[in-house]
């Protein structure tokens, strides 16, 4: 079992910075990625990120490329991500995801991949 709590969301107006944390426990990270998800109310969660665990290497939806970066501390069991150039359609609940075990191609980027949810932070970017 994993645990996931995140932290660091708030209220910013557009072109500031976040940086968000999800500190795990538990059985903690044991699959080869682990992601960041956020939902607007009404819509779909929306694939943002993921992070290798292994390697590191980072992906990136489209909508947050060259903006956003997810890192990886493996001694505080912590991930981060990195939000600047903020706008208002980034506002949105964020959720950090783990798998329960190894996990490809497509499933990655798709919500019904990950096992493990946090509880979710608010977002909010005023225009």
């Known amino acids: 079992q994993v645990q996931l709590v995140e932290s660091g969301g708030g209220l910013v107006q557009a072109g500031d910075s976040l940086r968000l944390s999800c500190a795990a426990s538990?059985?903690?990270?044991?699959?080869?990625?682990a992601a960041w998800f956020r939902q607007v109310p009404g819509k779909e969660r929306q694939f943002v990120g993921y992070?290798?665990?292994?390697?590191?290497?980072?992906y990136y939806a489209d909508s947050v490329k060259g903006r956003f970066t997810i890192s990886w501390d493996n001694a505080k069991k912590t991930m981060y991500l990195q939000m600047n150039s903020l706008k208002p359609e980034d506002t949105a609940v964020y959720y950090c995801?783990?798998?329960?075990?190894?996990?490809?191609?497509?499933?990655?980027?798709?919500?019904?991949?990950?096992?493990?949810w946090g509880q979710g932070t608010q977002v909010t970017v005023s225009s």
């Open positions: 992070i290798s665990t292994g390697g590191g290497s980072t």
């Open positions: 538990g059985r903690t990270f044991s699959s080869n990625v």
């Open positions: 995801a783990s798998p329960r075990g190894t996990i490809f191609g497509a499933s990655i980027t798709s919500p019904s991949g990950y096992n493990y």
